[in-house]
């Protein structure tokens, strides 16, 4: 499997971007899907997550109401659309999946994911 992701680029706060993430040989039946980003000396963190168990979808208390996980039908591209921009956005983003049966409440987790994209930057000016 491998992924990659784009999109990310220089916008002004309040603006909107969607991030893809480009999957191949994604041949999973159930399977979890998790956006993350890093922000200049800061940890990783979970921003989205989505598991094909329920269809449910977890996000990050300051990006609800603002950012949208979704994918293809056919799942081989994943979608972060990000909204109403803050300066507080600004990171690095990644997307990652692993196969298997994953309960929301495990998505957040990054050390449960077996396939990383390589990360895009997302820039917010105020």
């Known amino acids: 499997v491998q992924l990659q992701a784009s999109g990310g680029g220089l916008v002004q706060a309040g603006g909107s971007l969607r991030l893809p993430c480009a999957a191949s040989?994604?041949?999973?039946?159930?399977?979890?899907i998790g956006w993350f980003r890093q922000a200049p000396g800061k940890e990783r963190e979970a921003v989205s997550c989505?598991?094909?168990?329920?269809?449910?979808?977890y996000y990050e208390d300051s990006v609800k109401g603002r950012f949208t996980i979704s994918s293809t039908n056919a799942k081989n591209t994943v979608y972060l659309q990000m909204n109403s921009l803050k300066p507080e956005d600004t990171a690095v983003y990644y997307c990652?999946?692993?196969?298997?049966?994953?309960?929301?409440?495990?998505?957040?987790?990054?050390?449960?994911?077996?396939?990383w994209g390589q990360g895009t930057l997302v820039t917010v000016s105020s």
């Open positions: 990652a999946v692993v196969a298997g049966r994953i309960p929301l409440v495990a998505t957040m987790l990054m050390q449960i994911y077996d396939y």
């Open positions: 989505f598991t094909s168990v329920d269809g449910s979808t």
């Open positions: 040989g994604f041949t999973f039946d159930d399977y979890a």
